[in-house]
């Protein structure tokens, strides 16, 4: 199974800053047909679903406030939350479908500081 | 905008079957590039991927390992919906279930709250 590492496992951040979340994944996650990595961003807040935010690494869903980024270098994949809102307290997962089983990272939970 | 509907009981009694149902609206279950996922998520175990089935001119399954052997998917097409059925359940099995669309998982049901217990 391919796992995914995330880091850190929280962090609390003032409103207006920054949030860096950081995910690994234990092996490539390029596909070949696209030349992709194949990793999507996932939002969690309390009571609902995760939310989808970026796929192939780096496309960012519809409805996705640009103040949120990704970077990607070979199986590391940054996401980061620019000028923090409050509506952005949530858990973030990372994961992999470039092979079954999909996985999961372990999630990273932002708060406000 | 695809939505998926999600139904089945809340309370489900050890050694017994687990059965939801997962209806679509926007989209077609056997559509041939498609592929329909079930994900639960726990405290101990988080987000856990447990299959998915899909229509490439028959009906496919895929299964997680950690539950390979007392999971069934089912399909019907006349109802454009799809099922989990897990056999002989234990408290291990307490979880938010979910289903969810595609590959990087763009859409997802509300979820189901499964408690195992007598």
């Known amino acids: 199974d391919i796992v995914m590492t995330q880091s850190p496992d929280s962090l609390a951040v003032s409103l207006g800053e920054r949030a860096t979340i950081n995910c690994k994944a234990s092996q490539s996650l390029l596909y070949s047909s696209n030349n992709k990595n194949s990793l999507a961003w996932l939002q969690q807040k309390p009571g609902h679903p995760p939310k989808l935010l970026f796929y192939?690494?780096?496309t960012r869903e519809s409805g996705v406030p640009d103040r949120f980024s990704v970077s990607e270098s070979g199986t590391d994949f940054t996401l980061t939350i620019n000028s923090l809102q409050a509506e952005d307290v949530a858990v973030y997962y990372c994961?992999?479908?470039?092979?079954?089983?999909?996985?999961f990272g372990g999630g990273t939970k932002v708060e406000i500081k | 905008q695809v939505q998926l509907q999600q139904s089945g009981p809340g309370l489900v009694k050890p050694s017994e079957t687990l059965s939801l149902t997962c209806s679509i609206s926007?989209?077609?279950?056997?559509?041939?590039?498609?592929?329909w996922n079930w994900i639960r998520q726990s405290p101990s175990r988080g987000l856990e991927w447990l299959g998915r089935?899909?229509?490439?001119?028959?009906?496919?399954?895929d299964y997680a390992l950690s539950v390979r052997g007392r999971m069934v998917f089912t399909a019907d097409t006349s109802k454009n919906q799809f099922s989990l059925h897990l056999t002989s359940v234990t408290p291990e099995d307490t979880a938010i279930y979910y289903c969810a669309r595609g590959w990087s998982l763009p859409d997802w049901s509300q979820g189901t709250l499964v408690t195992i217990s007598s």
């Open positions: 926007g989209d077609n279950v056997s559509r041939n590039t498609a592929a």
């Open positions: 089935t899909y229509y490439r001119s028959k009906w496919l399954n």
């Open positions: 192939w690494a780096s």
């Open positions: 994961q992999q479908y470039l092979a079954i089983p999909l996985t």
